[in-house]
């Protein structure tokens, strides 16, 4: 079964502190693997999308890596601000047929504290 | 401001009932995902329609039903609405239809049922 695990379920931290969020997943075959920001009540913004071939993307402050030998993903985010405070979401796709389907993460709760 | 369009933002309906949610995707986006969050499921992808016709299909219900018009713009129909469905409803875009593609999100459609 295709499954995307994500750790910590929440996390806090004081401003300027970095933090890394980290993704399991179980998914195959897989495709890419992408991390979003959702603030409370609003849409996710994607920050990074991932193929098999690659081990690291940054979006300013935001890094994430992948290491497809392991299925595992982390998102490193370095000097945090309070705007920082939201859910992180972490999805993987996998191919079926000539289609792509995610799984979506139950997600990270970060909250930063100034 | 993603630049996605979801009406209405807010719906209260009673069960057994039918509803619409309309989606208009950013400006020269062709393919449009559907996607639900609910508090016990998290996120979940329903359907994705790449230039009016049906490219993927997810977790979505016999009950639900979609579809992308000439002008790009989606609806989502619920039927025989159960406590259940009582959920955010996103939309996303993307230029193409492919497995990378940066998918940009409107702020949902929240539906209550009573």
């Not at chain 1, 609003?42 to 993307?57: A, C, D, H, Q, W």
């Not at chain 2, 449009?32 to 992808?45: A, E, I, K, M, R």
């Not at chain 2, 039903?65 to 989606?74: R, W």
Request: glycine share 8%; proline share 4%; with cysteine.
């Amino acid at each position: 079964k295709n499954q995307v695990e994500q750790s910590p379920q929440s996390l806090i931290i004081l401003e300027g502190k970095n933090c890394t969020l980290q993704c399991n997943y179980t998914v195959s075959p897989f495709s890419n693997l992408r991390w979003y920001k959702q603030d409370t009540g609003r849409g996710p913004v994607s920050l990074t999308i991932m193929t098999f071939s690659e081990n690291t993307k940054s979006n300013g402050r935001y890094t994430a890596t992948l290491d497809a030998d392991t299925k595992q993903s982390s998102l490193h985010i370095t000097a945090s601000q309070l705007s920082d405070s939201a859910s992180y979401i972490c999805v993987v796709s996998h191919r079926a047929g000539g289609s792509y389907i995610p799984t979506f993460g139950r997600g990270t709760s970060l909250i930063v504290h100034p | 401001d993603s630049g996605v369009t979801q009406t209405p933002k807010h719906l209260i309906t009673a069960t057994g009932q039918r509803v619409t949610l309309r989606c208009s995707p950013r400006s020269g986006d062709l393919s449009v995902y559907w996607y639900q969050q609910s508090l016990d499921q998290g996120l979940q992808f329903l359907i994705q329609y790449y230039n009016g016709e049906e490219r993927a299909k997810g977790n979505i219900l016999e009950r639900f039903s979609a579809q992308q018009f000439p002008d790009l713009h989606s609806e989502l129909n619920l039927s025989s609405l159960e406590l259940g469905d009582s959920a955010l409803y996103f939309c996303a875009s993307s230029v193409g239809g492919g497995a990378n593609q940066p998918q940009h999100f409107g702020d949902g459609t929240r539906l209550s049922i009573l």
